[in-house]
Nanobody
């Protein structure tokens, strides 16, 4: 069982920055691919970013490429999402997820991730 707890959400003005954190339980965090997804009100959950277990491979949604950066600290069992140049359309609940049986590159498909956090809310005002 893997528990994921997100933090760092909040209210920010357009153009601002936030850093989300996701702390994972367990002693094998370094073997998981990790991902961030988001869900805006009235919309389906969508992929944001993913990171391989070593941190060497990343994947981003086109909508956040160049603005968001995913990273991890395996010593702290934590994955981060640095969000810069935020836009009102980034407003959503953000979820981290763990792929505990990774194969190949980190996935953008939610079905690959077995464990999910409860989410943290991000609101970007215009």
């Amino acid at each position: 069982q893997v528990q994921l707890v997100e933090s760092g959400g909040g209210l920010v003005q357009a153009g601002g920055s936030l850093r989300l954190s996701c702390a994972a339980s367990g002693r094998t965090f370094s073997s998981y691919h990790m991902g961030w997804f988001r869900q805006a009100p009235g919309k389906e959950r969508e992929f944001v970013a993913a990171l391989s277990r070593s941190g060497g491979r990343t994947r981003y949604a086109d909508s956040v490429k160049g603005r968001f950066t995913i990273s991890r600290d395996n010593a702290k069992n934590t994955v981060y999402l640095q969000m810069n140049s935020l836009k009102p359309e980034d407003t959503a609940d953000y979820y981290c997820a763990a792929d505990v049986k990774p194969y190949g590159n980190p996935s953008s498909w939610a079905g690959e991730y077995e464990y999910w956090g409860q989410g943290t809310q991000v609101t970007v005002s215009s």
